[in-house]
Antibody, heavy 119, light 106 residues
Framework: EVQLVEAGGGLVQPGGSLRLSCAASGFTFNFYNMNWVRQAPGKGLEWVSFISGSSSNVFYSDSVKGRFTISRDNAKDSLFLQMNSLRAEDTAVYFC????????????WGQGTLVTVSS | SQGLTQPPSVSVSPGQTASVTCSGDKLADKYVCWYQQKPGQSPVLVIYQDSRRPSGIPARFSGSNSGNTATLTISGTQATDEADYYCQTWDRSTGIFGTGTKVTVL
């Protein structure tokens, strides 16, 4: 069974940093592209970042480019999101998602981890 | 990058057909997929590559994509289909979600 378990969320002050992780199991991790998606309270889904299976391609939304860094450790079946210079508008539940079919963002999703940016 | 516009809400009676639209510039040139999200839960993929259903998704869910509009159709809608639905595509290297539609089964 495919499982994605996010961790690392919490309360952080504006301008601070946080590192999210996503532990994957139930599939061959390095075969699949992965994404981070966020959802602000009461709002819709927003794509944040993409990383290919080999880490050779990474993409970011304009709203996080230059502040967030996506990475993965295929030896440890783990996905990461380093978030710097956090702003109040980054407050959201962050989901990791596995992309299987062409042009999807998430065929499988984790349960999400809440990031709150507030003083 | 382009945006994807959905109606904020759609209401449907049990057993009837619900249609959710997703509008974007030349959308038919891209693959569109659809996600269902119930309150407090993670999204679930219900349609990919415009009209394909993942394993385990009921056949009452179908999709199409033509011109500037993609459509998710739920035939014989059940109370359990009440949820938010999001379309999604890629524009160059940017992932894009639609604005979301709340489907209410009255």
């Amino acid at each position: 069974e495919v499982q994605l378990v996010e961790a690392g969320g919490g309360l952080v002050q504006p301008g601070g940093s946080l590192r999210l992780s996503c532990a994957a199991s139930g599939f061959t991790f390095n075969f699949y592209n992965m994404n981070w998606v966020r959802q602000a309270p009461g709002k819709g889904l927003e794509w944040v970042s993409f990383i290919s299976g080999s880490s050779s391609n990474v993409f970011y939304s304009d709203s996080v480019k230059g502040r967030f860094t996506i990475s993965r450790d295929n030896a440890k079946d783990s996905l990461f999101l380093q978030m710097n210079s956090l702003r109040a508008e980054d407050t959201a539940v962050y989901f990791c998602a596995r992309a299987v079919e062409m042009a999807t963002i998430g065929d499988n999703w984790g349960q999400g981890t809440l990031v709150t940016v507030s003083s | 990058s382009q945006g994807l516009t959905q109606p904020p809400s759609v209401s449907v009676s049990p057993g009837q057909t619900a249609s959710v639209t997703c509008s974007g510039d030349k959308l038919a040139d891209k693959y569109v997929c659809w996600y269902q999200q119930k309150p407090g839960q993670s999204p679930v993929l219900v349609i990919y590559q415009d009209s394909r259903r993942p394993s385990g998704i009921p056949a009452r869910f179908s999709g199409s994509n033509s011109g500037n509009t993609a459509t998710l159709t739920i035939s014989g809608t059940q109370a359990t289909d009440e949820a938010d639905y999001y379309c999604q595509t890629w524009d160059r290297s940017t992932g894009i979600f639609g604005t979301g539609t709340k489907v209410t089964v009255l």
